[in-house]
């Protein structure tokens, strides 16, 4: 038992001394062979990365509680363009038109929300109605909903910059801006929504045990849908963060998306086949990547060998994850 | 016996896993040509043990022989080189696959440049399947044969290789009785072909039809061997648990209430038809009858996850609809499941949110869940049940077969039903634990619940139930009372054979 535990142990704090790792290694290797003069574990570095993170970070949040669910969502990457999409656009729609810079700013945010909300409701109202796995119904929706951006302005980018928007975007509170903000609560939000709500208990037992949540009277499908609308939320509001200030959308815009968000997650130690899972340590994947990125960069790796690294780093962890598992089982079995 | 070394013999054989002496010092040998049958509890070192025969696990301690000969086995692979072929319980079988590649899976015959060879590969597996009177030929899917059928292609698997030895692990778990004489006929034509047999079962009648000798292991540690010529079932029973299991009938005078639950004319499709019965608060009433004859379909109806072709249900008098197993809750209708596992329980979930699941949406100050109200609804099950566990916090995968049936149980009573279902109640759960578990079932009865108990084994059917509901393909053949219940009569009118032909309703 203890030695289970123990095991348990390891594998919650595992992202964490990972990250940890990593500081120790960019800052001792910055020494020797950055390009630049900075310190890697600078506090605006440091400001600048959490900020960096948020776009991807705030959709594997979503995925976590999908993922936890037993489920996942490769439409997310798509959404997220639409979302922006809508968002950039409607400020020019004449129905919001004299309401102003500032003014349209809410009406615009809350047509991308909607959409996001709608789209991930449609991924949750086929998975619930049909029963078809939630892979195959969000493969699907990935391509169609990449179809509608691409239908909305065909090749080119949607453009508009709104600078009240802008300002409000980049200003900083702590010297945190508003995307790094909005990563942070979230983070937290959703943490509570799962650990300490009803709609997270069951999430987790619809994800362990989908027959013996049925028996035990959740009504698993409506449960579901809220979590794709959920995720559908998330997005939009990634893509709220990321474009608010940027003010241009290019249709391929958030393509693998819903991969680097699943990167992060598996990470985290979310299980793939649902019910286990944290969202704090989702939170330590998404800053883990990026961590590996910028830690790179910074001692001059290019964009290749970081996504290589990236790579057999997340295959290192699932063999570390797996051994640790085979070894807690072999314990039990008498 | 005979004098000739055997087919195959243990000596010694130890296994520890982290905390668990699982095999300790375990002693066992197979005659060429011999039955051998391999007794004991979920949990006694079967399966640890058919694992080392097997080569899946390494002994720490102790030796094998085979024919004589001391070996080695560290793969199954090197297992069955020696001759040891295992029959596993679990089909291991590619549905998609043809019988004969099956058959020859892992060694299929090769022409050149790698490609199979069809005809040899037919023609092969061809007449093992003739050798084992198998009324199927070499190329039909394997996905589209009866359980008894592929237990048959793994039969041939085992014959491609010149098996000494072969294990059987349980191979009767799920064939109608038709395919058990089949496969008993195998099983003593192998015998007659010299082959050793260890025949790993929990049904004792089997055992006596099937065996030569039957060897008893408790705890992981071998008990003794009995002639089977010789032995009777108490004797085997005593060996097994170390004393005799109280299961004798209920005598206990039904405390009727008022009917909790009328069934009035209920069907379902093919499933089961006109269904009639009644259940007073106060009382147990036992479901018995073949595999497939209904029973659970009709806990699965009155839950709300089947739906009812015609019929009526009344609770307390009044009609109701239970369409999800939501409205079944709602009505007071709790099923405790028959696979605990799958469909009870949440094993990654601890004890406390296992037992509260289905309420939890009732347990809430504001929008969070009230760690207070929770623990509180866990302790007083927790006492009432007696399950031992160290804390709520606890996992549910990791504690026994008998305190996760418990947990289950108390799940549904914390939610005060009017009629508790209970499916299989002591399926898989060891022998101490049971007698427990059938001592909860009549004291919820003395406490007023109407309990159904859904059950396959007769001893426990007749211990626990006031009334007992025999069925056979989908109808209620014959309702009995305590007093009139006889093995004889019961077994008689789940086989279809209607004792002075009073059907009663």
């Given at each position: 038992?203890?030695?289970?535990?123990?095991?348990?142990?390891i594998?919650r704090?595992a992202?964490?001394?990972?990250?940890?790792?990593?500081l120790?290694?960019?800052?001792?290797?910055?020494?020797?062979?950055s390009?630049?003069q900075?310190?890697?574990?600078?506090?605006?570095n440091?400001?600048?990365?959490?900020?960096?993170?948020?776009?991807?970070?705030i959709?594997?949040?979503?995925?976590?509680?999908?993922?936890?669910?037993?489920?996942?969502?490769?439409?997310?990457?798509?959404?997220?363009?639409?979302?922006?999409?809508?968002?950039?656009?409607?400020q020019t729609?004449p129905?919001?038109?004299?309401?102003?810079?500032?003014?349209?700013?809410p009406f615009?945010?809350?047509?991308?929300?909607?959409?996001?909300?709608?789209?991930?409701?449609i991924?949750?109202?086929?998975?619930w109605?049909?029963?078809?796995?939630?892979?195959?119904?969000?493969?699907?929706?990935?391509?169609?909903?990449?179809?509608?951006?691409?239908m909305?302005n065909?090749?080119?980018?949607?453009?508009?910059?709104?600078?009240?928007?802008?300002?409000?975007?980049?200003?900083?509170?702590?010297?945190l801006?508003?995307?790094?903000?909005?990563?942070?609560?979230?983070?937290?939000?959703?943490?509570f929504?799962?650990?300490?709500?009803?709609?997270?208990?069951?999430?987790?037992?619809?994800?362990?045990?989908?027959?013996?949540?049925?028996?035990?009277?959740?009504?698993?499908?409506?449960?579901?849908?809220?979590?794709?609308?959920?995720?559908?939320?998330?997005?939009?509001?990634?893509?709220?963060?990321?474009?608010?200030?940027?003010?241009?959308?290019?249709?391929?815009?958030?393509?693998?998306?819903e991969?680097w968000?699943?990167?992060?997650?598996?990470?985290?130690?979310?299980?793939?086949?649902?019910?286990?899972?944290s969202?704090?340590?989702?939170f330590?994947?998404?800053?883990?990547?990026?961590?590996?990125?910028?830690?790179?960069?910074?001692?001059?790796?290019?964009?290749?060998?970081?996504?290589?690294?990236?790579g057999?780093?997340?295959?290192?962890?699932?063999?570390?994850?797996?051994q640790?598992?085979?070894?807690?089982?072999?314990?039990?079995?008498? | 016996?005979?004098?000739?070394s055997?087919?195959?013999?243990?000596?010694?054989?130890?296994?520890?896993?982290?905390?668990?002496?699982?095999?300790?010092?375990?002693?066992?040998?197979?005659?060429?040509?011999?039955?051998?049958?391999?007794l004991?509890?979920?949990?006694?070192?079967?399966?640890?043990?058919?694992?080392?025969?097997?080569?899946?696990?390494?002994?720490?301690?102790?030796?094998?022989?085979?024919?004589?000969?001391?070996?080695?086995?560290?793969?199954?692979?090197?297992?069955?080189?020696?001759?040891?072929?295992?029959?596993?319980?679990?089909?291991?079988?590619?549905?998609?696959?043809?019988?004969?590649?099956?058959?020859?899976?892992g060694?299929?015959?090769?022409?050149?440049?790698?490609?199979?060879?069809?005809?040899?590969?037919?023609?092969?597996?061809?007449?093992?399947?003739?050798?084992?009177?198998c009324?199927?030929?070499?190329?039909?899917?394997v996905?589209?044969?009866?359980i008894?059928?592929?237990?048959?292609?793994?039969?041939?698997?085992?014959?491609?290789?010149d098996?000494?030895?072969v294990?059987?692990?349980?191979p009767?778990?799920?064939?109608t009785?038709?395919?058990?004489?089949?496969?008993f006929?195998?099983?003593?034509?192998?015998?007659d072909?010299?082959?050793?047999?260890?025949?790993i079962?929990?049904?004792?009648?089997?055992?006596?039809?099937?065996?030569?000798?039957?060897?008893v292991?408790?705890?992981?540690?071998?008990?003794g061997?009995?002639?089977?010529?010789?032995?009777?079932?108490?004797?085997?029973?005593?060996?097994?648990?170390?004393?005799?299991?109280?299961?004798?009938?209920?005598?206990?005078p039904?405390?009727?209430?008022?009917?909790?639950?009328?069934?009035?004319a209920?069907c379902?499709?093919?499933?089961?038809?006109?269904?009639?019965?009644?259940?007073?608060?106060?009382?147990?009433?036992?479901?018995?009858?073949?595999?497939?004859?209904?029973?659970?379909?009709?806990?699965?109806?009155?839950?709300?996850?089947?739906?009812?072709?015609?019929?009526?249900?009344?609770?307390?008098?009044?009609?109701?609809?239970?369409?999800?197993?939501?409205?079944?809750?709602?009505?007071?209708?709790?099923?405790?499941?028959?696979?605990?596992?799958?469909q009870?329980?949440?094993?990654?979930?601890?004890?406390r949110?296992?037992?509260?699941?289905?309420?939890?949406?009732?347990?809430?100050?504001?929008?969070?869940?009230?760690d207070?109200?929770?623990?509180?609804i866990?302790?007083?099950?927790?006492?009432?049940?007696?399950?031992?566990?160290?804390?709520?916090?606890?996992?549910?995968g990791?504690?026994?077969g008998?305190?996760?049936?418990?947990?289950?149980?108390?799940?549904?009573?914390?939610?005060?039903?009017?009629?508790?279902?209970?499916?299989?109640p002591?399926?898989?759960?060891?022998?101490?634990?049971?007698s427990e578990?059938?001592?909860?079932?009549?004291d919820?009865?003395?406490?007023g619940?109407?309990?159904?108990?859904?059950?396959?084994?007769?001893?426990?059917?007749?211990?626990?139930s006031?009334?007992?509901?025999?069925?056979?393909?989908?109808?209620?053949?014959?309702?009995?009372?305590?007093e009139?219940?006889t093995?004889?009569?019961?077994?008689?009118?789940i086989?279809?054979?209607?004792?002075?032909?009073?059907?009663?309703?």
């Amino acid at each position: 038992m203890t030695t289970s535990n123990r095991t348990k142990t390891i594998k919650r704090g595992a992202i964490w001394g990972f990250i940890v790792l990593e500081l120790i290694f960019f800052s001792v290797a910055g020494r020797f062979l950055s390009v630049s003069q900075t310190q890697f574990m600078d506090l605006d570095n440091m400001l600048l990365l959490l900020k960096q993170s948020a776009p991807i970070g705030i959709i594997a949040l979503g995925m976590t509680v999908i993922m936890i669910n037993g489920n996942i969502d490769l439409s997310v990457g798509a959404i997220f363009a639409l979302c922006a999409i809508v968002m950039l656009d409607s400020q020019t729609w004449p129905i919001f038109a004299g309401l102003g810079e500032l003014g349209v700013i809410p009406f615009a945010w809350g047509m991308a929300l909607l959409t996001g909300m709608v789209l991930g409701a449609i991924n949750g109202l086929i998975v619930w109605k049909t029963g078809v796995d939630a892979f195959i119904v969000t493969l699907g929706a990935m391509l169609g909903y990449r179809g509608l951006v691409f239908m909305y302005n065909g090749e080119q980018p949607t453009f508009l910059l709104n600078w009240t928007l802008v300002d409000m975007i980049e200003s900083s509170l702590l010297g945190l801006e508003f995307p790094a903000i909005a990563f942070i609560v979230l983070t937290f939000l959703i943490w509570f929504l799962m650990t300490k709500t009803v709609h997270g208990r069951n999430a987790y037992a619809v994800g362990d045990n989908r027959e013996a949540a049925v028996n035990a009277g959740i009504r698993v499908g409506p449960h579901m849908l809220w979590n794709f609308v959920l995720i559908g939320f998330l997005t939009a509001l990634s893509s709220i963060v990321f474009y608010s200030a940027s003010g241009s959308v290019n249709p391929n815009d958030g393509e693998l998306y819903e991969l680097w968000a699943i990167t992060a997650v598996v990470l985290g130690g979310t299980k793939l086949t649902g019910g286990s899972g944290s969202v704090i340590n989702t939170f330590g994947g998404v800053i883990a990547i990026q961590l590996l990125r910028k830690g790179l960069g910074h001692i001059g790796a290019d964009t290749e060998t970081v996504n290589l690294v990236i790579g057999l780093i997340l295959i290192a962890v699932l063999f570390l994850d797996r051994q640790l598992n085979v070894k807690g089982k072999g314990e039990l079995r008498t | 016996m005979r004098t000739q070394s055997p087919a195959l013999r243990l000596e010694d054989i130890v296994k520890t896993f982290p905390g668990v002496r699982a095999l300790d010092g375990v002693s066992f040998e197979v005659q060429p040509g011999e039955v051998h049958a391999l007794l004991g509890e979920n949990g006694a070192g079967k399966s640890t043990l058919m694992k080392v025969l097997a080569g899946m696990h390494q002994p720490d301690e102790g030796r094998i022989y085979i024919g004589g000969r001391q070996v080695t086995m560290k793969t199954p692979l090197e297992a069955k080189a020696e001759g040891v072929v295992l029959i596993h319980q679990e089909l291991s079988l590619a549905e998609e696959l043809s019988a004969a590649e099956n058959i020859y899976l892992g060694e299929l015959p090769r022409k050149r440049f790698g490609l199979v060879d069809r005809q040899t590969l037919l023609a092969k597996a061809g007449a093992i399947l003739e050798r084992l009177k198998c009324g199927f030929g070499p190329e039909v899917t394997v996905g589209d044969l009866s359980i008894a059928n592929k237990q048959m292609v793994e039969i041939a698997r085992a014959l491609t290789v010149d098996a000494k030895t072969v294990v059987f692990d349980e191979p009767t778990a799920s064939l109608t009785d038709a395919e058990k004489v089949v496969l008993f006929d195998i099983i003593r034509d192998l015998k007659d072909r010299g082959v050793g047999i260890v025949y790993i079962s929990h049904r004792m009648e089997e055992i006596f039809t099937i065996s030569d000798r039957i060897s008893v292991l408790r705890d992981g540690s071998y008990r003794g061997t009995l002639i089977t010529a010789d032995t009777n079932e108490d004797e085997v029973t005593q060996l097994m648990i170390g004393r005799s299991l109280d299961l004798t009938r209920n005598h206990e005078p039904a405390n009727l209430g008022a009917i909790a639950l009328e069934v009035k004319a209920l069907c379902c499709g093919s499933l089961f038809h006109d269904v009639s019965f009644k259940v007073h608060s106060g009382e147990v009433v036992g479901f018995y009858g073949l595999v497939g004859a209904g029973r659970t379909e009709i806990a699965e109806t009155l839950f709300g996850l089947r739906t009812p072709s015609s019929g009526a249900i009344c609770l307390e008098g009044k009609e109701v609809t239970i369409s999800s197993p939501v409205s079944a809750i709602e009505n007071g209708i709790s099923l405790v499941p028959e696979n605990r596992k799958e469909q009870g329980l949440v094993l990654g979930m601890n004890c406390r949110d296992n037992i509260t699941l289905p309420q939890v949406s009732d347990l809430t100050a504001g929008p969070f869940v009230s760690d207070g109200a929770e623990i509180a609804i866990f302790d007083h099950y927790r006492d009432k049940l007696e399950i031992k566990t160290p804390n709520w916090r606890q996992l549910v995968g990791n504690l026994s077969g008998g305190n996760q049936q418990k947990i289950v149980i108390g799940k549904w009573l914390s939610m005060h039903p009017k009629v508790l279902i209970v499916d299989e109640p002591t399926r898989g759960i060891d022998v101490g634990s049971k007698s427990e578990i059938h001592k909860l079932i009549r004291d919820l009865a003395r406490q007023g619940y109407a309990v159904i108990v859904i059950s396959s084994e007769m001893p426990e059917v007749m211990h626990v139930s006031d009334r007992i509901i025999a069925m056979y393909q989908g109808r209620i053949m014959r309702e009995f009372t305590s007093e009139e219940v006889t093995e004889d009569n019961l077994v008689q009118a789940i086989s279809g054979i209607v004792a002075n032909g009073d059907r009663a309703a």
